[in-house]
């Protein structure tokens, strides 16, 4: 079964810092990774994702993943960190494998706080 | 606003009843998927459908039924409500299989129900 893990429950970063939020998966097959961010009492927002070619995947709002296979990891970055960047994020995968729909498993998520 | 509409967004009711979750999908998406957020649980997939059809099932309790209207929009069904059924419940919805964007879920502000 399709799984992805964040280790991380919480990341502190100064404003003005780059972040990083960390996510592996495991899938069998190739991986569909994609990012989302929920903010406080709002649906979870696309951020990016990996389906094939280049390893570096640019986003919204100036994020950004890297994609390495061996590792089996899918790291969220941003160079710069703002406060408003605040909020909780998600790593998800969907197996390629077809017949199981695009549904997409979740992470428990990290909750990113920026501190000015 | 991500396109996708669920009604109620707030919901409070007693054990042993049922209640029923609305989802409209974005204009153009085929497909809608029902999770359930909640603290201990994290976000866990329910439900997906397309097109009407049930295309691929999760942990959804029996007490729990969902389908998707010729209109494409769905309902959630939960009965014999418990305690535990407390939670966020979202709805998401994506294009076409082959269309630009068909792995991507948009995702509604979700239905808060309390259970008492």
């Known amino acids: 079964a399709q799984s992805v893990a964040q280790p991380e429950d919480q990341v502190n970063v100064a404003e003005g810092n780059p972040l990083t939020v960390k996510c592996t998966y495991s899938v069998s097959g190739n991986p569909y990774l994609f990012w989302y961010v929920q903010y406080p009492n709002r649906g979870l927002q696309f951020l990016l994702k990996y389906i094939t070619g280049d390893n570096l995947v640019k986003g919204s709002y100036g994020f950004e993943a890297e994609f390495n296979k061996s590792q089996t990891s899918f790291h969220l970055k941003k160079p710069s960190a703002l406060v408003s960047d605040s909020a909780l994020y998600f790593c998800a995968v969907r197996d390629s494998v077809t017949g199981g729909g695009n549904k997409l498993t979740f992470g428990t998520g990290t909750q990113l706080k920026v501190e000015l | 606003d991500s396109g996708v509409t669920q009604t109620p967004k707030h919901l409070i009711t007693a054990t042993g009843q049922r209640v029923t979750l609305r989802c409209s999908p974005r204009?153009?998406?085929?497909?809608v998927y029902w999770y359930q957020q909640s603290l201990d649980q994290g976000l866990q997939f329910l439900i997906q459908y397309y097109n009407g059809e049930e295309r691929a099932k999760g942990n959804i309790l029996e007490r729990f039924s969902a389908q998707q209207f010729p209109d494409l929009h769905s309902e959630l069904n939960l009965s014999s409500l418990e305690l535990g059924d407390s939670a966020l419940y979202f709805c998401?919805?994506?294009?076409?299989?082959?269309?630009?964007?068909?792995?991507?879920?948009?995702f509604g502000a979700g239905s808060r129900l309390t259970v008492l």
């Open positions: 204009s153009g998406d085929l497909s």
């Open positions: 998401a919805s994506s294009p076409p299989d082959r269309g630009a964007g068909a792995n991507v879920l948009t």
